[in-house]
């Protein structure tokens, strides 16, 4: 894996840089969320496919909330 190498190469931190995203995102939220919901799109056909659901619908996310 690639990611670890280069992250210990250039010095940074893994959680510092997931505080650092995770930031940024709440602060462009709370700044404009009308482009940040336009830069995170639904998958190809996934709101077609929830418009025709025929029960409950749950989002299971990694993301923070």
Do not use: C, H
């Not at 840089?17 to 969320?33: S, T």
Request: glycine residues 6%.
């Amino acid at each position: 894996m690639l990611k670890p190498v280069i992250m210990e190469e250039w010095g940074e931190n893994r959680d510092a840089i997931v505080d650092l995203f995770g930031k940024v995102r709440d602060e462009w939220m709370d700044a404009d969320l009308a482009t940040w919901i336009g830069a995170n799109r639904f998958y190809p056909g996934v709101p077609e496919a929830l418009k025709f659901a025929s029960s409950r619908i749950y989002i299971v996310t990694t993301k923070q909330v």
